[in-house]
C-alpha cells in the first residue's frame, strides 16, 4: 500500500503553549511530521500559537500559522487553505481536542477535510472513560471498577460502594489536569467540585484504587494493513498513583516475565484494534498487581505522546515521523529504519542499555502549593539518561537535573523518612536513598513506598558500594575499584567528595588508570545490525563506536531539562544553531539530555551525545571529538554554568568571550562598564549579610529589588517595599546561593520596560527587536506580554535604547546574540540587565521579523560578519530589524495546576510558556495572543474594578471607554464612587472582607466576564487574594496591572471591530 | 570458589568477568540472543545445546525463575554471558532466583562483560567457539579448549537430545495469571505425533490447546512406525545443530508427506526443506531474538516472530513447481517458510509457539488444526 495520492495539502495542528503536562514533546512530534510529510511531497499547512517552537518555522511547512488554536480561527484557516486532510494526531491533547470539536461542529465536511491519523470515532472511544471500559470488557481485558459522575452526590453514593482511597479523574482533560486521589469524603467533595468544573463535559470519572500496582506503558504502532509492532516498554519506578509524567520510569520494562509481558502485548494489540486506531502511534497504560499478576488496563491515548517522545529517544524508533507517514497510506514495512538503513521500520526495537526518565519539579515557584505527587502532573520538565545498566542511568539522570542537589541526602531528615517514603513528594527518591543509608532494608523501603524491590535493591547495591569505597584514599582505588565506579555512573564530583578531593583531581587519576568513557550507539538493534547514525551516549564499557570525522565541526551545549525560565525557546535556538552549522558545511554535535526537545532527534544534528550537561560529560565528549569550537550561548544558563571550567580546561569557545558573559553578570566590574559608557542604570548595591542589605537598602530607598547574583527566570527575587520584606528575604535566600552576594537595585516604579535582542559582530550591531512590555517594570520579563513594534515608545527613547545597545554590545566584544533589557522613566532610558547570549525572545523576534536571528548569530560565532550575511536580514547590517505586522507575545501561567497558590505576578517568572498573537494593530494582537494563552477576553457581559487611588483617574477614562462598547461596570465601594462621580452606571459589590455577596460571589456565580484589580505596593491582602484565586479557577480573565487593563480594552475593541482574519507567516513575511 | 570467570574465543579473545552460576568450564558456540524477556525460556530451549549464549539485554536474573516457565525439564544452553547478573529476584511467580537455577544444573554465569562488544565482534566476524570457565582455568587453558571444541556444522545434536521413549502430552497452554486470556479447543480432538529433536514445552502446549493428544517420538522413530500410531497429523520440531547430518529424519518426512498432514517448526522446517530436495547453509550469526519481522506471502501481513537458528533453507534449491515460499525475513530476505503446492505439508523457520516472544504466529497451530480437519474428511 504505498502513499495515498488522493490527497495533496495536509493540516497539521500543534499543541499551543508550553503548559505543565504538554511541553517540547509536541513540538518535536510536529516537527517530525511536517518533515516526514514534506519529504514525500504533500504541502504542510501548520496552525500553532507558540512561536517558539521549531514547528513553526516558515522552512517546515508550506504555510505556517501561529494564530489561536480555536474552532473560529482553524475554521478561518481551513477556509483559506482548503487542506484535503488534517493530521490530528501529533499535535498532543490541545490537537486532538481542537480536531475534534473541528469535526463535530461540521467544519471539516464543510469544507471536504478528511481527519486522518485517528477517527473521530475511535478518539472518542479512547478518551470517553466509559465508553473505553466498555471497548476493553468486550475483548476480555479489566480495567477498575469504576462509574462516572456528574455530581458530588453520585461520588458520595459510589465512595459508600468501593470505599476510599478513589482515584478522580475528570474527562477531557489534558496532563490529568483536576485529578486527584480522595482518601476521605472531604477530598472527594473538592475533587469532584473542581473536576466537573474543569472537565468541558463537566464529567469525572471515579475508579476503584490501584494505588501501589506496579504501572507500565506500552508504545504501539499500527498501520493501515493492521501490522501492529510495540516500539517500547517502560516500567515505572513510582507504582500507581503517581501521574507517569510524575513518575520516573524506566524503559525496556525490568520486572516481568515473558509471560506476563507477552499478556500485555497481546492486551495492547487487542485494545488498539478495538479502539480502531487505524493508523499511528498510541500509548496504552498498564497496572499490574504485585502479589498475583492481576493486569487492568488503565488508559490509552489514541495519538502520540509525551510517552512516545520518550519511547522514541529511548530506542531511536522515530514514532511521530512513523505515524506521519502510515497516516498517508504507507505499510510499516514500507518504511526504511533509518539507523540500520538495511531493515524495515517494521520491527520491535531491542536495547542494550537502559533508559531512565527523571521528572523536574518546581514548587519553590510556587509557595503555598501542595507538592504531593498525585494522579494530576505537576512537573515542569524531564531528564532521560542512558546507561548500560539502571545504576547508571540512573546517576546519569540525577546529575543531568541540575537541581543542584547532589543524590546523596545530607540535608535530608531522619525524622520525615517515613512520611516522605509513603506519601509520594519531589524528594521521594533522595529519600528512599537515605533510608539506605540510615539502616532501613528493601522490604522496609518497599513496605512504605511499594517501588519494585528490584530497584530498591540495585540503589542499595550502589550505596553498599559507596560506602566500601568511601573508606579509601584517591591513590589507593585501584583500576576495577575505579571503574565499578564509573560503571555504576558515580560522577567524579561525588568521588571526589568521597575521597575528599576535587573532581579534576579524580579525572586525572583516573585517567592514569585507564578509567576513560567511551561512548557506545543506540541503534534500535542491540548492535545485532550496523549503525549509521551516531546517536551516541557514555559508558565506561571496553570499546568506543563514536567514530569521530575529521571534518570541522563545532559542539553546541543545550539546554538540559525544561523548567521556568528555561524551556523550548532555548531548544529553538540551539537548533537552529545546528541548522546554521549544517549550512555552513560544518558538523554539528549536539549535547543534550531532555528527552522532550527537537535538539535531541539524532536527525537535528550531525551527531548527537544523549548525555547531562556537566563539566564532566561535556569534556569526555570534548576529548572524544575535538571539536573546533564550542557554543555556549544558545542554551541558557545550564551551558553558561560550564563556559567559564571549560574555557579553563582549554575547549575553544566561540562566540562572545565567557569572561565577558560573566563580566556582564558582576555587578561591581559591570556597574564600572556602564560608567564609562555614560549609560544609566538604577542605583544598586550588593550585600553578603542581613545588615548589609538593610544599609543598602536604606541608601537605595524603597521599593528595591532583591535577587542574588545569579539568576534564571528571576528565580528567588522580589520587590520589597519595607525593610521586613528584605529581611525576610536575607533569612532565606542563604539557601539559595551562600557563596555569591545578594543584588540590591533601586525599584523603577511604574517604567516600561522593553527587551532588546542584537546580533553583533566587532564591527556592527544588528537590532532584531526592540520589545515594549505591556506590563509595567516589576514583572519578570518571562511574565509580561510585550509587542513589536513598540507602541508608544516615543522615537527619541528608541535612538537612545539602540545607541546604548550598540555602545554595550562593542564594550563586552560580543560576538553572537545579545539581549538587553531596559526601563524608561519619565523620559530616562535606563539598563536593567545586559545578557551577551541568546534569550528567552529570540524565537519571538525571528518569528516576528522573519530572520532566524540564531543561525546568523552562528555564522558571526563561526567568523563571519553582518556585512557578508545580508542574504539572510533582508539586507539590513545595521539599525533594527522592521516587523510588518504588530505581533503580541503572552505568557502563560500554570496557576490551576497549583490550587492555592496567588496568581499575582512579580520579578520572579512562573509562566511555562508563550504564545503570539498577528494582527494589523494592537489590540487585534493582543487579543489573539490573550485567547491563545487561555484568557478569552470577553465580547458582552459586566466588567468588575477593583482599582487602588493610583490608578482611579486612569480607571475612569477606561471604564468609559468599556461602557460605550456596551460592557456594564461593577466595582467595589471606592472604586465605584470614583466612576459615579465620572457619570458612569455602576453596580456596588462588597469587597471580601467587607460581607456578602461580595466579588468572589459573582465571580462564582459566572456574572462576571472580566477582572481588573491592580495592586501596588507591598500589601498582598487575603481578599485581593482570593479575588485572583477565583478568577483563576472559574476561569475569569483577571488583569492586574493598568497597561494590561488598557491594553485589553484595545483587544476587545479590535475584536467587535475587526474582520476574524489569519495570516501565515509566508505572507507576512513575503516567503520567495 | 573464584569470583572471577573467563571467556575466551578461537581467535584467542579473552574477556573477563564476574563468576556466578556453576563453577565449571564449558566450551560451545557463542551466539547471541537479542531478547528483552524470556531468559529462562532461553536457557531452558533445547536448541542452545552446544552453544554459550550472550544475552544483549543488560539486566538478567531481575525476575528469577518459575517452574511453570521452563521449556524443558533442564537448561540446555552451556554457559551464560550478561552484563549484569541479579542475584535475588523480584516477581510473584518466582519459585527460584536465576543464580540458583542455573548453580544447581551446572551451567556457568560470567557477568560484568561488556556484551555489546561481544556481540559486534560476533557480527563481524560470525559466530565463534568459545570456552567459559568459573573454576579458575588460564586463559591459555581456555584458548586451546576453544580451538578444540567441535564445530556445529556437520554435528547432529538433535539425536543426542531428543527423547529416548515415547511419551503423551495432552496438557494445554495454562494462564499465567488470573487476567491472562488463553483458548483452548475441545482436547483429544486430534492425535498428534511430534518427532522430538529438542522439542520445546510450549509446542506441546500449543498443539495441545488446538484439541491434539500428542504422541512424542524418538529422533530415530520410522515413518512406519510414526504412521502405525494412526496420527491425524505428525510434527516435526525444533532442535540443534546442524540439519545436513539428519538424512534418516529427511528420508522419514518423505515417506509421510502426502499420507498425513506434516508441520514443522525451526529445524523440523529445515529437515522438511531437505526431505522435498533442498539445500541449507549456515548464516554467519544466526537469528536469535524474538522482533523478527517475517511477512507472510499469503495474507500479505507482517510478523513479529521469534527466531532462534543458525542454519537456513536456500529457496533457490527448492523446486518451485512443487514448493510454495510462504514466508520471508524481512531483515535480510531470507526464507522463513514454505507449503508443499500439492499435498498437506507446511513449515516455519521461527518459532509460532512463541516462549518467549510475541504470539503473532499461533495462528499457524490453528492453520495445523484446520489441515488435519480437511484432510480427515
Not at chain 1, 532584531?768 to 509587542?787: K, N, P, Q, R, Y
Not at chain 1, 557578508?868 to 505568557?891: A, F, I, N
Not at chain 2, 559486534?120 to 576453544?146: C, D, F, N
Request: proline content about 6%; some cysteine; glycine content about 8%.
Amino acid at each position: 500500500m504505498p502513499r495515498r495520492n488522493d490527497i495533496h495539502r495536509i493540516l497539521i495542528i500543534g499543541s499551543g503553549p508550553i503548559v505543565i503536562g504538554q511541553a517540547c514533546e509536541f513540538d518535536y512530534s510536529g516537527t517530525q511530521a511536517c518533515k516526514a510529510l514534506r519529504a514525500d511531497g504533500y504541502q504542510v499547512i501548520l496552525m500553532n500559537s507558540n512561536p517558539a517552537t521549531i514547528m513553526t518555522d516558515p522552512d517546515l511547512a508550506d504555510a505556517t500559522y501561529i494564530e489561536p488554536l480555536t474552532v473560529e480561527y482553524a475554521e478561518e484557516v481551513i477556509r483559506k487553505e482548503r487542506p484535503d486532510a488534517l493530521l490530528s494526531t501529533v499535535g498532543g491533547q490541545t490537537g486532538l481536542n481542537l480536531s475534534v470539536e473541528l469535526a463535530e461542529r461540521g467544519v471539516l465536511e464543510k469544507y471536504g477535510v478528511e481527519l486522518i491519523g485517528a477517527k473521530i470515532d475511535s478518539i472518542k472511544k479512547a478518551e470517553d472513560r466509559l465508553l473505553f471500559k466498555d471497548a476493553m470488557r468486550k475483548i476480555g481485558l479489566q480495567t477498575p471498577l469504576s462509574r462516572l459522575l456528574q455530581s458530588v452526590d453520585d461520588g458520595l453514593e459510589f465512595a459508600q460502594k468501593i470505599g476510599y482511597p478513589m482515584i478522580l479523574r475528570p474527562s477531557f482533560t489534558m496532563g490529568g489536569s483536576g485529578g486527584g486521589i480522595a482518601y476521605n469524603r472531604e477530598d472527594l467533595v473538592n475533587i469532584v467540585e473542581r473536576g466537573l468544573d474543569l472537565s468541558p463535559v463537566h464529567e469525572v470519572l471515579a475508579e476503584e484504587s490501584v494505588l501501589g500496582w506496579k504501572e507500565y506503558e506500552l508504545e504501539v504502532m499500527r498501520d493501515l494493513a493492521d501490522n501492529a509492532i510495540i516500539v517500547c516498554s517502560i516500567e515505572n519506578f513510582d507504582p500507581m498513583g503517581v501521574h507517569t509524567g510524575d513518575s520516573i520510569t524506566v524503559a525496556p520494562a525490568q520486572t516481568l516475565t515473558d509471560r506476563e509481558y507477552q499478556m500485555m502485548r497481546d492486551a495492547a494489540l487487542a485494545c488498539l484494534r478495538e479502539i480502531g486506531v487505524d493508523t499511528g502511534g498510541s500509548n496504552v497504560q498498564f497496572a499490574i498487581n504485585p502479589d498475583d499478576g492481576r493486569m487492568v488496563v488503565v488508559e490509552m491515548n489514541p495519538r502520540v505522546s509525551r510517552s512516545s517522545a520518550l519511547a522514541s529517544k529511548a530506542t531511536g524508533f522515530p514514532i511521530a515521523k512513523i505515524a506521519a507517514k502510515l497516516a498517508v497510506g504507507y505499510r510499516l514495512d514500507e518504511i526504511k529504519n533509518d539507523i540500520t538503513r538495511a531493515t524495515p521500520a517494521c520491527f520491535e526495537p531491542t536495547i542494550d542499555y537502559v533508559v531512565v526518565k527523571i521528572p523536574r519539579w518546581q514548587f519553590e515557584k510556587f509557595p503555598g502549593s501542595d507538592n504531593t505527587l498525585t494522579t494530576q502532573m505537576k512537573s515542569v520538565g524531564e531528564v532521560m539518561a542512558i546507561g548500560r545498566t539502571f545504576r547508571q542511568a540512573l546517576n546519569k539522570g540525577i546529575r543531568g537535573l541540575e537541581t543542584g542537589k547532589s543524590s546523596t541526602a545530607e540535608a535530608l531528615d531522619p525524622q520525615l523518612i517515613p512520611q516522605k517514603l509513603i506519601t509520594p513528594n519531589p524528594d521521594r527518591l533522595a529519600y528512599v536513598r537515605f533510608a539506605f543509608e540510615q539502616g532501613y532494608t528493601v522490604e522496609d523501603v518497599f513496605e512504605m513506598t511499594k517501588i519494585d524491590p528490584w530497584f530498591l535493591r540495585q540503589i542499595n547495591d550502589g550505596i553498599t558500594y559507596e560506602h566500601e569505597l568511601a573508606g579509601k584514599a584517591l591513590g589507593d582505588v585501584t583500576l576495577l575499584e575505579m571503574r565499578r565506579a564509573k560503571r555504576d555512573g558515580l560522577s567524579d564530583v561525588r568521588l571526589g567528595r568521597m575521597w575528599k578531593t576535587d573532581a579534576l583531581t579524580v579525572r586525572a587519576r583516573r585517567k592514569e588508570l585507564g578509567v576513560t568513557a567511551v561512548f557506545n550507539r543506540v541503534d534500535t538493534c542491540a548492535a545485532e545490525f550496523e549503525s549509521f547514525t551516531p546517536y551516541l551516549y557514555s559508558s565506561y564499557e571496553s570499546e568506543c563506536e563514536a567514530a569521530p570525522t575529521d571534518r570541522k565541526k563545532v559542539m553546541i551545549l543545550g539546554s538540559g531539562p525544561n523548567r521556568i525560565g528555561q524551556g523550548l525557546e532555548f531548544d529553538y535556538c540551539c537548533c537552529h544553531a545546528s541548522f546554521a552549522l549544517q549550512e555552513f558545511g560544518v558538523e554539528s554535535i549536539m549535547v543534550n539530555c531532555n528527552p522532550e526537545t527537537v535538539s535531541t532527534d539524532y536527525d537535528t544534528s550531525d551527531r548527537l551525545y544523549f548525555e547531562p550537561l556537566t563539566l564532566e560529560e561535556v569534556l569526555n565528549i570534548y576529548d572524544r571529538e575535538k571539536p573546533d569550537g564550542v557554543i555556549v550561548q544558545f542554551g541558557g544558563q545550564t551551558p553558561l554554568n560550564l563556559a567559564l571550567p571549560l574555557k579553563r580546561a582549554g575547549v575553544p569557545i566561540i562566540g562572545t568571550d565567557p569572561d565577558n558573559i560573566d563580566l556582564a553578570e558582576d555587578r561591581k566590574l559591570f556597574g564600572k562598564v556602564l560608567e564609562e559608557l555614560q549609560i544609566p542604570a538604577p542605583p544598586y548595591g550588593t550585600a553578603t549579610s542581613m545588615e548589609e542589605a538593610i544599609t543598602v537598602a536604606r541608601r537605595l530607598g524603597y521599593p528595591v529589588l532583591v535577587r542574588p547574583s545569579y539568576v534564571l527566570g528571576g528565580r528567588a527575587m522580589v520587590i520589597a517595599y519595607d525593610e521586613e520584606t528584605v529581611r525576610r528575604y536575607m533569612q532565606e535566600a542563604t539557601l539559595f546561593s551562600p557563596d555569591r552576594p545578594v543584588l540590591i537595585d533601586r525599584f523603577l516604579e511604574d517604567a516600561i520596560e522593553v527587551d532588546v535582542d542584537a546580533l553583533c559582530d566587532l564591527d556592527d550591531v544588528l537590532i532584531g527587536g526592540i520589545m515594549e512590555h505591556i506590563e509595567e517594570a516589576g514583572i519578570h520579563s518571562g511574565d509580561s506580554s510585550c509587542v513589536l513594534p513598540p507602541q508608544t515608545i516615543p522615537e527619541r527613547e528608541l535612538a537612545t535604547i539602540r545607541t546604548y545597545t550598540e555602545r554595550l554590545a562593542r564594550a563586552l566584544s560580543v560576538i553572537g546574540l545579545m539581549n538587553v533589557q531596559y526601563a524608561i522613566k519619565d523620559g530616562e532610558v535606563f539598563v536593567l540587565e545586559v545578557n551577551p547570549r541568546a534569550s528567552r525572545t529570540a524565537p519571538y523576534v525571528s518569528k516576528a521579523t522573519g530572520v532566524r536571528l540564531p543561525r546568523i548569530a552562528v555564522g558571526l560565532m563561526l567568523g563571519k560578519k553582518l556585512k557578508e550575511l545580508t542574504h539572510l536580514t533582508g539586507g539590513l547590517y545595521e539599525g533594527v530589524l522592521p516587523v510588518k505586522q504588530v505581533c503580541v507575545k503572552s505568557p502563560v501561567f500554570p496557576f490551576a495546576k497549583f490550587q492555592g497558590v496567588d496568581p499575582a505576578l512579580g520579578p520572579e517568572m512562573r509562566s511555562t510558556g508563550e504564545v503570539m498573537g498577528v494582527g494589523e494593530n494592537f489590540g487585534e494582537a493582543f487579543g489573539k495572543a490573550q485567547l491563545s494563552a487561555g484568557v478569552p477576553l470577553p465580547t458582552d457581559g459586566t466588567i468588575f474594578f477593583s482599582i487602588n487611588d493610583h490608578h482611579k483617574a486612569d480607571a475612569v477614562a477606561l471604564a468609559k471607554k468599556f461602557a460605550e462598547l456596551g460592557f456594564e461596570l461593577t466595582a467595589t465601594r471606592g472604586t465605584a464612587a470614583a466612576f459615579k462621580a465620572a457619570g458612569l452606571k455602576v453596580r456596588t459589590v462588597f469587597k471580601v472582607n467587607e460581607g456578602r455577596p461580595n466579588a468572589v460571589d459573582l465571580i462564582k456565580e459566572g456574572q462576571m466576564k472580566l477582572v481588573i484589580y491592580t495592586t501596588t505596593g507591598a500589601h498582598s491582602f487575603a481578599d485581593e487574594r482570593a479575588i485572583r484565586r477565583s478568577a483563576v479557577m472559574w476561569r475569569v480573565p483577571c488583569i492586574t496591572t493598568m497597561s494590561g487593563a488598557k491594553a485589553a480594552a484595545q483587544a476587545m475593541e479590535s475584536r467587535l471591530r475587526d474582520p476574524l482574519r489569519v495570516w501565515s507567516l509566508q505572507e507576512i513575511h513575503g516567503e520567495d | 570458589m573464584p569470583n572471577t570467570a573467563i571467556l575466551a574465543l578461537e581467535d584467542g579473545t579473552v574477556y573477563q568477568g564476574r563468576a556466578y552460576g556453576a563453577r565449571i568450564v564449558r566450551t560451545g558456540e557463542v551466539v547471541f540472543n537479542t531478547s528483552l524477556t524470556g531468559y529462562q525460556e532461553v536457557f531452558t530451549d533445547p536448541s542452545y545445546t552446544g552453544q554459550i549464549v550472550v544475552l544483549t539485554n543488560p539486566q538478567i536474573g531481575n525476575y528469577g525463575t518459575n517452574a511453570g516457565d521452563d521449556e524443558a525439564t533442564t537448561p540446555y544452553i552451556e554457559g551464560l554471558v550478561v552484563r549484569e547478573w541479579a542475584e535475588s529476584p523480584s516477581n510473584w511467580r518466582s519459585d527460584a532466583s536465576a543464580e540458583q537455577f542455573l548453580s544447581r544444573n551446572n551451567v556457568p554465569v560470567i557477568s560484568e562483560m561488556d556484551t555489546r562488544a561481544l556481540v559486534r565482534k560476533l557480527r563481524m566476524g560470525g559466530v565463534m567457539q568459545g570456552a567459559l570457565s568459573t573454576a579458575g582455568h588460564t586463559p591459555e587453558e581456555l584458548i586451546a579448549m576453544a580451538r578444540n571444541a567441535p564445530s556445529m556444522a556437520g554435528l547432529d545434536l538433535a539425536t543426542r537430545v531428543s527423547t529416548k521413549d515415547r511419551y503423551e502430552w495432552t496438557a494445554p497452554v495454562e494462564p499465567c495469571c488470573p487476567t491472562d486470556i488463553v483458548h483452548v479447543a475441545e482436547p483429544g480432538t486430534y492425535h498428534v505425533v511430534a518427532y522430538d529433536f529438542g522439542i520445546k514445552r510450549n509446542i506441546l502446549r500449543c498443539l495441545a490447546s488446538i484439541g491434539a493428544r500428542v504422541t512424542v517420538v524418538p529422533a530415530g522413530t520410522t515413518s512406519a512406525e510414526v504412521l502405525a500410531l494412526n496420527p491425524d497429523g505428525v510434527f516435526l520440531s525444533n532442535g540443534p545443530g546442524d540439519p545436513e547430518p539428519l538424512e534418516f529424519q529427511a528420508a522419514q518426512v518423505r515417506g509421510l508427506v502426502g499420507k498425513t498432514p506434516v508441520f514443522g517448526i525451526c529445524l523440523g522446517h529445515q529437515i522438511i526443506g531437505l526431505a522435498l530436495g533442498g539445500k541449507t547453509f549456515k548464516l554467519k550469526f544466526g537469528h536469535r531474538g524474538i522482533n523478527h519481522p517475517v511477512l507472510n506471502y499469503r495474507t500479505n501481513k507482517v510478523e513479529i516472530t521469534v527466531q532462534n537458528h543458525g542454519f537456513c533453507v536456500d529457496p533457490d534449491s527448492l523446486n518451485a513447481n512443487e514448493i510454495e515460499l510462504t514466508h520471508i525475513n524481512l531483515n535480510d530476505q531470507t526464507l522463513e517458510g514454505l507449503r508443499h503446492r500439492s499435498h498437506p505439508v507446511f513449515c516455519v523457520q521461527y518459532h509460532p509457539e512463541a516462549a518467549p516472544g510475541p504470539h503473532d504466529s499461533q495462528y499457524l497451530f490453528d492453520d495445523f488444526a484446520a489441515m488435519m480437519k480437511e484432510f480427515k474428511k
